[in-house]
């Protein structure tokens, strides 16, 4: 079974920095791109950043660009989001998510059940 | 970034009853859109994949259509446990982007 279990997340002041981590198991890690997506409360869905397989292949939107930073080691089947620079508007739940292949060309398969992120001062 | 326009916000709709429900793109993404689903409290499951394909262990009364701008998830005879929020997706290109989502209600 696919698990995703995700961390890292917690009640920070504007401009902080925070790593949120997402341990992965039931399947083989290194052969699936992975993606980060958040859900503001009471808000619809918002693809955040993705990653190849392989990470060479990485993908933000535009309202974290430049502040947040995905990466994967798929010795430690492990999938991270470096979030700087913090504001209000980042407060989400945020899940990490298996992709249906190799490619960040894929939609989004299994997620995880999500990491808290409370941007307050 | 493409736009996914998803209708309605919301429905109130019988247990047995049809339900459509649709989402438009904002340029045409061929046939890369997928369909979840999420309850209350839960993370969202993959229904469908490449606009009409169901993902494994997804009851067969959840389908999809389109192709192009113009996408349809149907379910075709509503159950109580698919009360709940779904939302398309386009993978066509980067930045991914969700619809607005659609809210099933129990009439």
């Known amino acids: 079974e696919v698990q995703l279990l995700e961390s890292g997340g917690g009640l920070v002041q504007p401009g902080v920095s925070l790593r949120l981590s997402c341990a992965a198991s039931?399947?083989?890690?290194?052969?699936?791109?992975m993606s980060w997506v958040r859900q503001a409360p009471g808000k619809g869905l918002e693809w955040v950043s993705g990653?190849?397989?392989?990470?060479?292949?990485?993908y933000y939107a535009d309202s974290v660009k430049g502040r947040f930073t995905i990466s994967r080691d798929n010795s430690k089947n492990t999938l991270y989001l470096q979030v700087n620079s913090l504001r209000a508007e980042d407060t989400a739940v945020y899940h990490c998510?298996?992709?249906?292949?190799?490619?960040?060309?894929?939609?989004?398969?299994?997620w995880g059940q999500g990491t808290t992120v409370t941007v307050s001062s | 970034a493409i736009q996914m326009t998803q209708s309605p916000s919301s429905l109130s709709a019988s247990v047995g009853d049809r339900v459509t429900i649709t989402c438009r793109a904002s340029?045409?993404?061929?046939?890369?859109l997928g369909w979840f689903q999420q309850k209350p409290g839960k993370a969202p499951k993959l229904l469908i994949y490449?606009?009409?394909s169901l993902q494994s262990g997804v009851p067969s009364r959840f389908s999809g259509s389109g192709s192009g701008t113009d996408f349809t998830l149907t379910i075709s005879s509503l159950q109580p446990e698919d009360f709940a929020t779904y939302y398309c997706?386009?993978?066509?290109?980067?930045?991914?982007?969700f619809g607005g989502g659609t809210k099933v209600e129990i009439k």
């Open positions: 998510v298996k992709m249906l292949g190799d490619s960040v060309y894929y939609t989004l398969d299994v």
């Open positions: 039931g399947f083989t890690f290194s052969s699936y791109a």
């Open positions: 990653i190849s397989a392989t990470a060479d292949s990485t």
């Open positions: 340029q045409g993404i061929r046939d890369d």
């Open positions: 490449s606009a009409s």
């Open positions: 997706l386009q993978d066509y290109n980067h930045p991914l982007t």
